[in-house]
């Protein structure tokens, strides 16, 4: 049974019942929802990304285009540069100028 004379089970959503005014909150509740809510789909494409091998790849043989890394690896080229740029947003691999992953 929840005790309900325990102030550890009372919970709101930061800003809907109220604005918290303290120095935890840095962004807008919409933005840290959305940041909740895609982090499932980096952390799939981070498993991806491990599974495949890419950034054993890259490290040994240098930076490489998605074409070539898919081609190493055994996978997609499109399914591959696609879960690349989902990385790339998140600071995991930078796309260069001449299309390879550094």
């Known amino acids: 049974m929840l005790d309900t004379a325990s102030p550890a ?3 709101s959503l930061c800003g809907v019942s109220r604005p918290r005014n303290d ?4 962004e807008p509740p919409a933005a840290a929802m959305m940041r909740l809510i895609t982090g499932a789909w980096v952390a799939q494409a981070v498993h991806v990304a491990a599974q495949l091998g890419i950034a054993d790849v890259i490290a040994t043989e240098g930076p490489r285009s998605s074409g070539d890394l898919a081609e190493r690896v055994d996978a997609d080229p ?3 540069y696609r879960v690349l740029r989902a990385l790339a947003t998140v600071g995991v691999f930078t796309e260069r100028a ?3 992953s550094p």
């Open 9 to 11: 089970g009372r919970w």
């Open 23 to 26: 120095s935890v909150v840095t």
């Open 78 to 80: 499109d399914a591959l």
């Open 98 to 100: 001449d299309g390879r």
